[in-house]
């Protein structure tokens, strides 16, 4: 078996467009299967994804601060995994269509998904921190 190719996000065009290949690095979009990284603080939009869809079965890692947002109109998980960092997040008020979309969300991650359907099974995991809860006695 072989390890699935990696695409990450370098913003280079500054639009904040996943659907702009220049903003990759390798100037490639991502593709199906792969593991995509975005790691550089930004807002990346899914904005005129083809057929509004992730590449299937894909793995995104949103670290650093970065997001993946939905403006308007709708964005199809399409059976990707979802890894959220603290101080990552998923926004926007488009359609978030979960579509069969694993999500695990770490302490600190942010999710201000306006409107968002279950289709298919999905999974949440969310890993807390220590702080801020009060103890039980």
Same mark, same amino acid.
Not at 40 to 53: E, I, M, P, Y
């Given at each position: 078996?072989?390890?699935?190719?990696?695409?990450?996000?370098? &913003?280079?065009?500054?639009? &904040?467009?996943?659907?702009?290949?220049?903003?990759?690095? #390798?100037?490639?979009?991502?593709?199906?299967?792969?593991?995509?990284?975005?790691?550089? *603080?930004?807002?990346?939009? #899914?904005?005129?994804?083809?057929?509004?869809?992730?590449?299937?079965?894909?793995?995104?890692?949103?670290?650093?601060?970065?997001?993946?947002?939905?403006?308007?109109?709708?964005?199809?998980?399409?059976?990707?995994?979802?890894?959220?960092?603290? *101080?990552?997040?998923?926004?926007?008020? &488009?359609?978030?269509?979960?579509?069969?979309?694993?999500?695990?969300?770490?302490? *600190?991650?942010?999710?201000?998904?306006?409107?968002?359907?279950?289709?298919?099974?999905?999974?949440?995991?969310?890993?807390? #921190?220590?702080? #801020?809860?009060?103890?039980?006695?």
């Amino acid at each position: 078996m072989t390890a699935a190719h990696a695409a990450t996000w370098d &913003g280079s065009e500054l639009d &904040g467009l996943w659907t702009n290949e220049l903003n990759w690095a #390798g100037d490639t979009l991502p593709a199906a299967s792969e593991t995509i990284d975005i790691a550089t *603080g930004d807002a990346v939009s #899914g904005l005129g994804l083809s057929g509004q869809n992730l590449p299937s079965d894909c793995t995104v890692n949103l670290s650093a601060n970065s997001s993946l947002t939905q403006p308007s109109g709708a964005i199809r998980m399409n059976d990707a995994t979802l890894n959220v960092a603290s *101080g990552s997040g998923l926004t926007g008020n &488009g359609w978030w269509d979960l579509d069969g979309a694993t999500i695990n969300f770490e302490d *600190g991650a942010i999710a201000t998904m306006n409107n968002w359907e279950q289709k298919d099974l999905n999974s949440f995991t969310f890993k807390l #921190g220590t702080t #801020g809860f009060t103890a039980l006695r």
